[in-house]
């Protein structure tokens, strides 16, 4: 059974920091990538970051660039999400999701497109506070 599980989510002052967690299993994890996507109140899901499990290739929505890291503990079957210098609207529930990995995922940007994802996770609520 495929399984992505979040964790880290919790309240933060602006300014702070906060690391997500996806831990996967059920399939084989360094054939994939992993996204984590964000969905506020009233607004559609977005993508957030992608990584590769498999060369580590990353890629950033330009929001994120700079204050969001993402990046893989293959051993682990785990990807995180380091996001720096919080702000009120980074508030949303965040999600994992997981698709077998081809380059044109990244090169053509298709990252950011939910449908390309066959298995996602709950999701992790994570709340700024300004």
């Known amino acids: 059974e495929v399984q992505l599980v979040e964790s880290g989510g919790g309240l933060v002052q602006a300014g702070g920091s906060l690391r997500l967690s996806c831990a996967a299993s059920g399939f084989t994890f360094d054939d994939y990538a992993i996204g984590w996507f964000r969905q506020a109140p009233g607004k559609e899901r977005e993508g957030v970051s992608c990584?590769?499990?498999?060369?580590?290739?990353?890629r950033y929505a330009d929001s994120v660039k700079g204050r969001f890291t993402i990046s893989t503990d293959n051993a682990k079957n785990t990807v995180y999400l380091q996001m720096n210098s919080l702000k009120p609207e980074d508030t949303a529930v965040y999600y994992c999701?997981?698709?077998?990995?081809?380059?044109?995922?990244?090169?053509?940007?298709?990252?950011?497109?939910?449908?390309?994802?066959?298995?996602w996770g709950q999701g992790t609520q994570v709340t700024v506070s300004s």
């Open positions: 990584i590769s499990s498999s060369d580590g290739s990353t």
């Open positions: 999701a997981a698709v077998k990995y081809r380059p044109p995922l990244l090169l053509l940007r298709l990252w950011v497109l939910e449908g390309m994802y066959n298995y």
